[in-house]
Structure formats: C-alpha cells, structure tokens
C-alpha cells in the first residue's frame, strides 16, 4: 500500500467522523433540552411581561405625582386666566406619558375644568364619575395619594394608533385619580382638596407592553375576576386543538408607592407547544442539511489536501527510479529527498560556482573603479548643495519663527474673544456690550483705534462709542455712517478713507438678516487672519446685541395690552408696588386709584358683534386718556375693566379728576347693525376712586372697586334694562 494512499484515507476519516459525530450529539442534546426547558420559559416569559407593567405603572405613578404639583393646574383652578397654561402642561404630559390616553382637569365638585384628548359628555355620564364621587364621599381619596378606579367604556378610550396597529377594541381602562391642593398650611390642620387630576389609562396601551415582545406562536389575555377584558387576535390559534395549548398564569396587581389601593387582575400566556416543536424541527431540518453539506466538502477538501501531499512522495519516486537507472541529471526537478545524491550534486554544480563567482568579482572590480572616478565629482556637488540647503535653511527657520509669532499672536486673540463671549452673555444693556467691547479690541489690537455704532431699534436708541480716535475723526466717522446707513443700510463699503487715515468697517447682522450696528478699526492694513477673527467677534456682538433687543421686546409685550396698547394688570402691580414704596419713603407724595367698569359691554357685543364691542373698548379708552393728566397712567385690567393710577393723588385732585370724567360721559358713539343701518349708542362707564389721604395704601385698590360698583349699581337704577330685551341680554 502507498503511503500517499493512506494518508488520503486518514485525512478523510478526521474530516468527516468527529464532524458527524458532534452533530448528532448536538441535534439530540438541543431537542431533549428544548423540550425540558419549554414550560420554564414560559413562566420566566410571563414573570418578565408582568415586572415590565408594573415597572412602566410604578414610572408613570412617580411622573403623575411630580405633575400634579405643577403650579399651573392651581392657577387654572383659581382663574381661567391659566387654563391655557395648564392645557398646555396636560397636552405635553400625556405626550411624553405612553400609558395615558387623555387628562382631566376637575373642580372640588369633580366638573370638569379642562381635558387633553378627553369626552367630557362621555365622563360626564359614565360610572368612572359615581365612583370617583363615591370615593371622595367615602374620604378614600388622601393627600398625595393616588385613587385607582376601573371603569368599561368605549367613549372614555378613544380609538387610537395603537388600536389600530394591534387590532384591538377593548373599553376597559384604569382611571387615576389625585387630589389638588392650593397652598400647604401648618402640620397637622386638615385641608379640602381645591379639585383634582385624573389620568386614564386605557388597557390597550398595557396590551402594547407586552404585545412587542410576543413571538409568533404565542398569545396574551389581560383577565379580571376570569373575564378577558384585552387579549391578541386569535385567528393563528383557531385550529389548534387544546391539548395543544400550553397555558401559564400569573399576578397582575396595579399600584406603587403613591396609590391607596391596588387593582388586581391576571396575566394568561398560551404557547403552541407543536408550534415550538415545528420550529426546532426546522431548525434540526436546516442543521442537518448544513451537517451533509459540511461533510461533502470535507470528503472534497480531504481529497484535495491528499492529493497535494501526495505530490511530493510521488515525485520523489520517480526521481529514485531515475537515479537507479544512472541518469543522475534531475533538470527541472524541484524535490530531491536524498541526502547522497544532494552532496553529489553539490560537488558537481561547485566548479561551475566559483566560475561565475571569479566573473562576477571582476565585474565588480570594474564598477568599483567607475564609482571611485565619479566620487570626486559628486563631493563637488554636494559641498555646492550643501551650501545652497544651508541657505534655505535659514530662510526656512525665519519664515517659521515669523509663523510661529503669527500663530501665538492669533492663539492669545481667540483666547481673549473666548473670555469676552463669557462676559458679553452677562451684559444686560447696550452700553454695557460697547463699553466692553471696545475695551477689550483696543488691547488685544495693541491700541489701535476702534469705534462701535449700534443702530436705532423699536426699543433702543442709538448707541455709538470710540476709543482711542481723535475728536475729529470721532465726529467724522459718526457722520459718515449716518448717512450711509440712512441711504442703503446693509450695503456699506469694506473701508472708509479719511484724510489717508483708512477706517475698517464690519456689519452688524442678525440671525434674521436684520442690520444692527457697525465695528470700525482705523488701520493701514489688517491681514485675513485677522480680519477673519475680527468677524468672529462682530458675530458675538450681533449674537447678544438681537438678544437684548429679543429680551426688551419680550418684557414690552408682557407688560402691554394687545387690543388698546394700554399697559395691562402686570403693568398695573409693578406700578403700584413703585407707588407704595415712594409714598413709604415720601408720605406726602399722595396716591390714588380710580378702578372704571364699562356700562353695556355684553349688550354691544350681543347686538353689534365683538368687533364693535372691541370698538366700543378703543372709544372709551379715548375717552378716558382725554381726561388723565400726562402724569397718570391708565391700564387696561381685563374685559371692560380698567384702572387709573394718579401721581400726587390727594382726595381733592382725585375729585376733579372724577368731575372731568363725568363730563365725557353719555358721549355717542356710532355703531353698524346687520342690517345695515347705523345707531348711536352712548359711552358709559362707572367710576369709582380712593385716595391715600383717606384709605391705607393697601386698602386702596379695594376700596376705589367697590366704589365702583356702588355707581355702577346706581347706573342701572337710573338705566333699567328694557323687558324684551332681558331674554337676549345681560349687562356687564
């Protein structure tokens, strides 16, 4: 027998019987394991699906709490004035909250004060009312505790995106109920709620939990007291008999640390036990496939390596015969295994070495002369070009140490610009940003002169300081960007020349394209790198310049009434709280209040539309400012209310400050009806006013109010709504 035969065989039997042993001991391991370990999965499967509800509950209860103290559900209790803010603060809650479908805004009463993707009729005649009333009667709803009601109602889950992706239409839910409070009193003293927030949650989304995780052949049921209240589609069940059906329950309680009670229900899991079974079938189907692919290219690859080992042995034999025979020339042969026939071989082939070694040693002789006659010459060129590269050495090391200034230089400018972003966020006021900033570009310039012009905005005047220019040029160059600025605003020149004296312009540009100032430098030249770094810092100008303007225009419209211009209540407090502390200081200074209430607003707006009750407005505040003195401010408090705040307000200019405005009463005004026609109707307010001479400072205010209605009362004596009008309308 050969050898490379052998080696063939023994190559084929370690590719194929370790292989194909270790699949069988695989496939049968895998399916006993598989079936032991089936039942243990789906227990730790359905522990897994139930931590992770009651995990994702126990967030949303932490969450719910910290949103029920939120200060704009009180204020919406206390004034609708913030319900927005409140709807807005529910809207943003239920958006960031998966668990709840819709919020709740309730009274003490639990009528609801505003809703989030809510049915208030739905709430409003469902059982979820009667048992929250119920629980509330019952004293089961605590202080910073959360009350969990069930309820079953189609109108209370509205149909969603994650009914429709999961096919699912079930109305039960779970409504969270927490107490609202307004302020918190001393330890121990009882309080009453001032009304409440309820979440809802509808089942669907705690279906959605667990759903995502859900293989195949496996189906979830949300039950209560054994009825199915959500559960996946059963269409891949239909035909499997029950025997089939591997079943697992578990526990499903509701609660957290903040809830007072618990709501229980049951988690049911069904597997498809022949289903897993089919899959592992597959899957053994698919390895053993791979198993008899692997052996056919292990029998391919074992012959293969057989035959490439084999290669040598054979070659080998055929040399032996050759030498055998005398032929002991192996030209062309690439393996020679004999040791005698290698040292034969060498003795033979060592004569006609050394010839070629002795040709080669004269050959090399000959370059050797060659490279000697040209070293002298080439000695000659490198002296030559050593001396040239010494020369561009140096030249090179000067232009490095320039570079190296300009980088240092440039280094400690972005570094100052970096300290001065700092400190500009902390200005507050234009003539701080320029005062910073021209101190900060007149030392990192080394001196040079520099100017900064902010442009005239709604809320700013112009702002325009230089440091370091002459008076002349000063005045120069303010006249000259004037006037180029009153011409095209935002096409001004790169540079101005004055006298030879050349002055570098930047523009000021706001993110929105607007034109809010110039920085100017007087000198001869400045290089990109700095002209790029001066950029930079007219950016950061422009940046807090539109902020403070951003800034004063926000705190103009928080302070302003949108419909008469008038300032408005926030207005109104500041200026008072400065009156009270003048009058603190000066008690001779006299302050005094005048609280007017428009007479016949709501018929207006009735019988004429809201556009002429917005006229009716606008013309009883020219009424109102002809009266004033320019020393008095008039504030628009809300609706057809109004305040009037007058400066050394002693009872007897109080006085004919009120004789005034009785003159401007039952002026006419001139209103279009729907058909067409126009009717006169007269502008009525009444008034009613206190002074500090008479009233405390802070009983002011109260006392001009009901003064106020005492008049207003007195009007309606005089002026009695007509009988067939009482059915349409009601008077302010």
């Known amino acids: 027998m050969k050898i490379r035969h052998l080696l063939g065989i023994v190559i084929l039997a370690a590719a194929v019987v370790p292989s194909v042993t270790i699949s069988l001991m695989l496939l049968d391991r895998q399916y006993k394991a598989t079936q032991d370990s089936m039942e243990q999965e789906l227990t730790r499967v359905l522990f897994s699906m139930s931590q992770d509800i009651r995990f994702k509950f126990s967030i949303f209860s932490t969450n719910f709490k910290l949103f029920s103290s939120e200060r704009y559900l009180i204020q919406a209790l206390d004034s609708f004035l913030f319900v927005s803010n409140a709807h807005n603060s529910m809207l943003q809650f239920v958006e960031q909250t998966p668990l709840v479908s819709s919020l709740y805004l309730l009274d003490s009463e639990l009528h609801v004060v505003d809703e989030v993707l809510g049915d208030i009729p739905s709430y409003e005649s469902s059982q979820l009312l009667s048992d929250a009333k119920l629980a509330v009667a019952s004293g089961l709803v605590r202080e910073k505790q959360q009350y969990l009601i069930e309820f079953d109602n189609n109108n209370l889950v509205r149909p969603s995106r994650i009914k429709q992706q999961l096919n699912t239409e079930s109305p039960f839910g779970a409504a969270v109920l927490m107490p609202l409070y307004f302020h918190s009193l001393q330890e121990g003293l009882t309080r009453e709620p001032a009304g409440y927030i309820l979440a809802v949650l509808p089942f669907d989304v705690v279906y959605k939990i667990v759903a995502d995780n859900l293989g195949t052949d496996e189906l979830i049921e949300i039950l209560h007291d054994d009825e199915i209240i959500v559960a996946s589609p059963r269409i ?5 008999e029950h025997d089939d059906l591997m079943v697992e329950r578990d526990v499903l309680p509701l609660a957290s640390d903040y809830t007072s009670n618990q709501l229980e229900y049951m988690l049911q899991l069904h597997v498809s036990r022949s ?22 290219l292990s029998v391919l690859v074992a012959f293969l390596v057989a035959n490439w080992l084999g290669t040598p042995f054979k070659q080998l034999s055929e040399i032996l015969k050759r030498f055998g025979q005398g032929h002991y020339s192996s030209k062309g042969e690439k393996f020679k295994f004999s040791e005698f026939e290698d040292v034969r071989q060498l003795l033979s082939e060592m004569g006609k070495t050394i010839r070629m070694q002795l040709d080669s040693l004269h050959q090399k002789n000959e370059e050797l ?7 002298g010459e080439y000695l000659t060129k490198v002296r030559a070009l050593n001396e040239q590269l010494e020369a561009r050495v140096a030249e090179k090391t000067k232009e490095l140490s320039e570079t190296a200034a300009r980088e240092g230089r440039s280094r400690q400018i972005l570094q100052s610009l970096q300290r001065l972003s700092i400190e500009l966020q902390q200005c507050g006021e234009h003539a701080d940003v320029t005062e ?3 101190n900060q570009l007149h030392e990192l310039f080394d001196d040079v002169p520099v100017a900064l012009l902010i442009a005239t905005s709604r809320n700013t005047e112009r702002q325009f300081q230089s440091l370091g220019l002459m008076a002349e040029d000063e005045q120069w160059l303010l006249a000259e960007l004037k006037q180029r600025i009153a011409n095209q605003r935002q096409s001004l020149p790169e540079t101005l020349v004055n ?4 002055f ?3 523009d000021l540009i706001s993110r929105t394209h607007n034109f809010l100032g110039v920085l100017a430098f007087q000198l001869d030249e400045v290089s990109p790198q700095e002209r790029d770094i001066v950029r930079v810092f007219a950016k950061q100008i422009s940046v807090i310049t539109e902020t403070i303007e951003l800034t004063s225009e926000l705190e103009l419209a ?7 211009d008038l300032p408005n209540r926030k207005a109104f407090n500041e200026s008072f709280e400065r009156s009270r502390n003048i009058l603190e200081r000066y008690p001779n200074n006299h302050v005094g209040i005048f609280v007017i209430d428009a007479n016949g607003l709501k018929r207006v707006n009735d019988q004429f539309g809201h556009d002429a009750g ?16 320019k020393t008095d401010q008039l504030f628009r408090m809300g609706g057809d209310e109004f305040a009037l705040l007058v400066q050394e307000g002693t009872i007897a200019s109080c006085e004919r400050l009120m004789a005034r405005l009785a003159e401007q009463q039952d002026q006419q005004l001139a209103l279009l009806q729907q058909d067409g026609s126009s009717k006169q109707i007269p502008i009525s307010f009444s008034v009613g006013y206190a002074s500090s001479e008479e009233v405390d400072v802070s009983h002011l205010f109260h006392r001009a109010d009901e003064r106020m209605y005492e008049a207003k009362d007195t009007y309606y004596k005089q002026h009695p709504i007509e009988p067939d009008s009482l059915s349409k309308t009601r008077f302010s």
């Open 275 to 296: 289903a897993r079974m089919l899959q592992l079938q597959e899957s053994m189907n698919a390895l053993t496939l791979g198993i008899a692919i692997a052996i056919c």
């Open 236 to 240: 891949k069940f239909v035909e499997l």
């Open 369 to 375: 002369q060659r490279i000697d006659d040209l070293k």
């Open 436 to 438: 910073l900033c021209l």
């Open 499 to 502: 006298e030879g004296k050349r």
């Open 504 to 506: 570098y312009l930047f």
């Open 614 to 629: 917005d006229q009716f407005i606008k013309a009883i505040v020219e009424v109102l400012l002809h009266s004033c003195r």
């Open 558 to 564: 928080a302070r302003t009434d949108e419909l008469t």
